[in-house]
């Protein structure tokens, strides 16, 4: 990823010395800044840190909080995030021409609409300047930006350098052009950009290093708002309110108490279980967004129980087209939406949302191999092999006996090196068969009335061995008793906080974390609260090259 660094350091000429590309890149916080203290992990137990680049979603939220830029531009400018489910992986994030140059586009737009709007300007210069060369002006500007921008305070050099811009205020006569060229810089540093951590390296440990005070504001911020460090979290990494784990756990609280967190946790849901963005019409895609947000959200926020509440739920928060869709007699919501049982619907929990039955469409319909990878990936986190190079998977299986789905994957998972995939990953899918890709019962088979869903599966391989269910009742209850599913939900947290896959440095954490998660009535808020203040999540290991 330092090859990204240098890549973004191609960005306009008249920025570059602002940017830090001329010479060798200063990223060294100011002396003095340490890193909480706390007990030292083994290198055996620090996972790798990778330089992070914020996603699109998280540039635009911090763009909103830091300058008030709430237009979303860097969703409409920049190349999408690669999802796989999550968009932060940072071994996806690579550079190219097209992103460098979306940046700069963004920087200028941004700042040029910021500055037009005299409320926002007021919030970023808070002296009223004399003329253009008014230096004392322009240096509380940089100094209190800067701080924002970068998430931590400028040195005087960084300072001096940043106020180069002035030379071409006087030349305009307009102060504000000094501004609009600063905010242009600050937006287009790699160090804004990038979650770059230093640390201060630990003594006997030479791969492993400690955050400093605000690096881990930042840690936290990114991984529970998913935008930048507020004001308090920087002021209280200046003050050394961050040191140890319970300065750490109580600004992680503090976090967990705004409205950002509810975001950030339902967008989490959303990549883990694919429907963040879904293939239906708006006003559907909306209704089943909002029908799975509200869940989360009463489970983890209003009603603080047992995860696990998420996947046994008997009603849910409906509107009078989602009834109408799903066909759930009761609805009494009118024009608004409304907490409405299941009744006698085959439903419950999220599993049973047509958001998550969304996944794993194929060929116009359901795939029972794409649900039963759905579900062994991401709920059971278990990894499924590519299917053979000679296999052409965009085919639609056949049968010559029969047009059921059934028989028609029968006979494809039959033929050669198939068979033993398909074996763990069909029965799965079959045995939700009954609800189509945007989640409404049905008994046959999509245009074939004479072929009866039956709607059982089974999941091979669990603690208990080969366990038969029937639909997504059935499903939701054998994941909640396999064993397995509090260790992948704890797993798939890890790889969202942390923008990778785990590694074996990571298994002892998963391990401890796992069993607080069961020890404490799964209580998702408690899981976050106690990553983020495990000895581990305060250093960082540097990557081999």
């Not at 074996?504 to 069961?518: I, M, Q, S, V, Y």
Request: hydrophobic share 40%.
């Amino acid at each position: 990823m330092r090859s990204g660094l240098k890549a973004i350091c191609g960005l306009g000429l008249l920025l570059g010395p602002l940017l830090g590309c001329e010479g060798k890149a200063n990223f060294q916080l100011p002396e003095g800044l340490i890193g909480p203290p706390t007990e030292l992990p083994t290198d055996a137990e620090v996972g790798v840190s990778g330089i992070r680049r914020l996603t699109r979603v998280e540039l635009d939220a911090t763009l909103a909080d830091l300058l008030g830029d709430s237009t979303n531009s860097a969703q409409r400018l920049l190349p999408p995030d690669s999802n796989d489910p999550f968009d932060n992986d940072y071994r996806t994030q690579l550079p190219s021409a097209a992103l460098i140059e979306s940046i700069e586009q963004l920087a200028v737009d941004t700042a040029t609409r910021t500055l037009a709007d005299p409320l926002k300007r007021a919030k970023l210069v808070p002296c009223a300047p004399t003329g253009p060369a008014d230096t004392g002006c322009l240096n509380t500007v940089i100094s209190s930006l800067g701080r924002r921008i970068l998430r931590r305070p400028l040195t005087d050099a960084e300072i001096a350098n940043y106020a180069t811009v002035q030379t071409y205020a006087v030349e305009a006569n307009s102060f504000d052009v000094g501004v609009k060229l600063l905010i242009r810089a600050l937006v287009q540093q790699p160090e804004f950009l990038y979650r770059i951590e230093i640390g201060a390296p630990v003594d006997g440990q030479p791969s492993i290093s400690r955050l400093s005070a605000y690096e881990m504001a930042t840690r936290l911020s990114f991984f529970l708002w998913g935008t930048t460090p507020p004001d308090w979290l920087l002021d209280a990494a200046l003050s050394g309110a961050l040191a140890g784990k319970q300065g750490v756990r109580a600004a992680a609280s503090r976090l967990l108490a705004d409205p950002r967190a509810k975001a950030r946790i339902e967008r989490f849901h959303a990549l883990w279980l694919g429907y963040y963005r879904l293939p239906h019409p708006i006003e559907l895609t909306g209704a089943l967004q909002a029908e799975s947000a509200a869940l989360v959200d009463k489970v983890v926020f209003e009603d603080q129980s047992d995860y696990f509440d998420l996947f046994r739920s008997k009603q849910s928060f409906l509107n009078a087209t989602l009834a109408t869709h799903y066909g759930i007699a009761g609805f009494t919501g009118g024009s608004a939406s409304a907490w409405t049982p299941y009744g006698t619907a085959k439903r419950q929990g999220l599993l049973s949302h047509g958001s998550v039955l969304s996944a794993g469409a194929k060929f116009a319909d359901t795939s029972p191999t794409q649900r039963g990878i759905f579900v062994r990936t991401r709920l059971l986190c278990t990894d499924v092999p590519a299917p053979p190079a000679n296999v052409n998977a965009d085919q639609p299986p056949t049968s010559a006996t029969s047009n059921c789905k059934v028989d028609r994957y029968a006979s494809h998972a039959s033929v050669g090196n198939c068979k033993s995939c398909h074996e763990s990953v069909d029965p799965i899918g079959f045995g939700i068969e009954n609800f189509n890709r945007a989640g409404q019962y049905r008994a046959t088979d999509d245009g074939e009335p004479t072929c009866a869903i039956e709607g059982k599966g089974k999941i091979t391989g669990l603690p208990a061995g080969d366990v038969a269910f029937e639909g997504v009742t059935g499903l939701s209850d054998l994941l909640m008793e396999s064993g397995r599913f509090e260790q992948c939900i704890v797993t798939q947290v890890f790889r969202f906080a942390s923008g990778r896959r785990e590694a074996p440095a990571d298994l002892a954490l998963l391990d401890n974390l796992t069993t607080g998660f069961k020890k404490k009535n799964r209580m998702f808020a408690e899981l976050l609260l106690d990553y983020v203040s495990d000895d581990t999540f305060a250093f960082r290991k540097e990557e081999a090259p």
